[in-house]
């Protein structure tokens, strides 16, 4: 690395695995690739495999998980890594964390890298919290010294002082989080690994997380790799972003164009609808949905635009007949949060449409994930009824354009009023 800057680089990173049950048929492949080794030749299984695409059958025994992943990280950034499930996110954090390595492709870093990958990473659950915030800072190459001069602060972030001296198999997930995130970020690794783990703490330690990395990345001039599917998070934390499908770098670029990349490619997975418990005549039903904030490409954000376009199939073209569509947004807990009808808003409408749009020109839920159950009626009776049909996510935003957000703790839903003292 001949840029003293770059304190990482990834030259054509590529993973191969190989599909179904380990250790069946596979002595007389490893043979094969020890006869080809000895005389020099190229591995015969890296000219086979499929790419890294979970939702489709394939013909090979092996899959390429990452292939030809190319890209360099410099000093004090925060390169964010974002895709949907099974992109190969985890598995790239495995191989620049030296968890495995890769079957192609080199790493190059300069510096200690501290890995939060799941929860309780590196932990020993019979060991206390105490013990095992030495054990971490050992396996890091901290002296005893150096980490007791970090201890208390270590525990005073993680916020499990009572719990310290207990073992740690005794934790929940959530502190064993605290107490992990603590130890990777207060032992000054050059490079911290973070993977979606931070989901697993409340609001208030993701807040607390967060502000953490910031303070070590422009404060400290320390690395960060963080993956989420928060984007809100990604965008606040994150300085640049790649972009992974199917194990190869689909986007590299600004935050802001990333996310924008990204939201372009999971939009399409709002479409696909679970029908596991859906009802009724099917003369008119949901086929798919589009949810999105002030534009297409865009998510849903606090108070801004937000629209609901529900593509249907209407089986009967000029059915002379009146068709009711409603919807409910209900939270991760079950809880009713919203009901909407075109019956409330006396809609009639043409008989040959094949979507319903609603638009809400200010959306008052706060950030979250929610989901939407349909119902569609002709004549009084159920022609569809879908419950839990599909998940949509809302970004934090600034309803009251005051600088100032409504705690997700506090409340769902955010009523547009006015105080006076008087």
């Given at each position: 690395?001949a840029?003293?800057?770059?304190?990482l680089?990834?030259?054509?990173?590529?993973?191969?695995?190989?599909?179904?049950?380990?250790?069946?048929?596979?002595?007389?492949?490893?043979?094969?690739?020890?006869?080809?080794?000895?005389?020099?030749?190229?591995?015969?299984?890296l000219?086979?495999?499929?790419?890294?695409?979970?939702?489709?059958?394939?013909?090979?025994?092996?899959?390429?998980?990452?292939?030809?992943?190319?890209?360099?990280?410099?000093?004090?950034?925060?390169?964010?890594?974002?895709?949907k499930?099974?992109?190969?996110?985890?598995?790239?954090?495995?191989?620049?964390?030296?968890?495995?390595g890769?079957?192609?492709?080199?790493?190059?870093?300069?510096?200690?890298?501290?890995?939060l990958?799941e929860?309780?990473?590196?932990?020993?659950?019979?060991?206390t919290?105490r013990?095992?915030?030495?054990?971490?800072?050992?396996?890091?190459?901290?002296?005893?010294?150096?980490?007791?001069?970090?201890?208390?602060?270590?525990?005073?972030?993680?916020?499990?002082?009572?719990?310290?001296?207990?073992?740690?198999?005794?934790?929940?997930?959530?502190?064993?989080?605290?107490?992990?995130?603590?130890?990777?970020?207060?032992?000054?690794?050059?490079?911290?690994?973070?993977?979606?783990?931070?989901?697993?703490?409340?609001?208030e330690?993701?807040?607390?997380?967060?502000?953490?990395?910031?303070?070590?990345?422009?404060?400290?001039?320390?690395?960060?790799?963080?993956?989420?599917?928060?984007?809100?998070?990604?965008?606040?934390?994150?300085?640049?972003?790649?972009?992974?499908?199917?194990?190869?770098?689909?986007?590299?670029?600004?935050?802001?164009?990333?996310?924008?990349?990204?939201?372009?490619?999971?939009?399409?997975s709002?479409?696909?609808?679970?029908?596991?418990?859906?009802?009724?005549?099917?003369?008119?039903?949901?086929?798919s949905?589009?949810?999105?904030?002030?534009?297409?490409?865009?998510?849903?954000?606090?108070?801004?635009?937000?629209?609901?376009?529900?593509?249907?199939?209407?089986?009967?073209?000029?059915?002379?007949?009146?068709?009711?569509f409603?919807?409910?947004?209900?939270?991760?807990?079950?809880?009713?949060?919203?009901?909407?009808?075109?019956?409330?808003?006396?809609?009639?409408?043409?008989?040959?449409f094949?979507?319903?749009?609603?638009?809400?020109?200010?959306?008052?839920?706060?950030?979250?994930?929610?989901?939407?159950?349909?119902?569609?009626?002709?004549?009084?009776?159920?022609s569809?009824?879908?419950?839990?049909?599909?998940?949509f996510?809302?970004?934090?935003?600034?309803?009251?354009?005051?600088?100032?957000?409504?705690?997700?703790?506090?409340?769902?839903?955010?009523?547009?009023?006015?105080?006076?003292?008087?």
């Open positions: 690395m840029d003293k800057n770059i304190i680089k990834a030259e054509n990173i590529s993973k191969q695995y190989r599909l179904g049950l380990v250790g069946t048929g596979t002595i007389s492949h490893d043979l094969n690739r020890w006869w080809h080794k000895i005389r020099g030749k190229e591995d015969p299984y000219r086979v495999g499929e790419s890294n695409d979970r939702s489709t059958k394939g013909n090979s025994q092996y899959v390429w998980a990452l292939q030809d992943i190319s890209f360099e990280v410099e000093k004090g950034e925060v390169l964010g890594i974002i895709g499930n099974g992109a190969g996110k985890s598995t790239l954090l495995k191989i620049l964390s030296k968890v495995t890769p079957t192609t492709g080199e790493i190059k870093t300069r510096g200690r890298i501290a890995s990958l929860v309780g990473t590196g932990f020993h659950g019979e060991m919290g013990e095992n915030v030495y054990l971490n800072g050992a396996i890091l190459g901290m002296t005893k010294k150096e980490i007791s001069s970090k201890i208390e602060e270590i525990i005073d972030f993680s916020g499990c002082q009572r719990y310290i001296d207990t073992p740690v198999k005794r934790y929940s997930s959530g502190m064993t989080v605290r107490l992990a995130f603590a130890v990777a970020a207060f032992l000054e690794p050059e490079i911290l690994v973070i993977d979606e783990v931070l989901a697993v703490g409340d609001a330690f993701q807040k607390k997380a967060i502000g953490k990395m910031q303070d070590i990345s422009r404060g400290e001039g320390r690395t960060v790799l963080f993956v989420s599917h928060n984007m809100a998070a990604v965008k606040n934390l994150c300085t640049r972003c790649i972009v992974l499908e199917h194990g190869s770098v689909a986007f590299s670029g600004t935050t802001e164009d990333s996310i924008q990349f990204y939201l372009k490619g999971a939009k399409n709002l479409n696909q609808i679970d029908f596991s418990t859906r009802k009724g005549s099917g003369i008119v039903k949901l086929n949905v589009d949810v999105y904030g002030e534009t297409i490409s865009v998510l849903p954000q606090t108070g801004k635009p937000f629209t609901l376009k529900f593509n249907v199939e209407n089986l009967e073209k000029k059915l002379n007949s009146s068709v009711r409603d919807f409910r947004i209900d939270d991760p807990m079950g809880q009713h949060l919203v009901w909407m009808s075109s019956d409330l808003l006396k809609v009639e409408g043409n008989k040959e094949t979507s319903i749009l609603f638009n809400c020109n200010k959306l008052g839920m706060n950030e979250g994930q929610y989901y939407i159950t349909i119902l569609i009626r002709v004549d009084g009776l159920i569809d009824w879908i419950q839990n049909a599909l998940t996510e809302v970004t934090e935003g600034d309803y009251f354009n005051t600088g100032k957000k409504v705690p997700i703790e506090q409340s769902k839903m955010i009523l547009d009023f006015d105080v006076n003292y008087i």
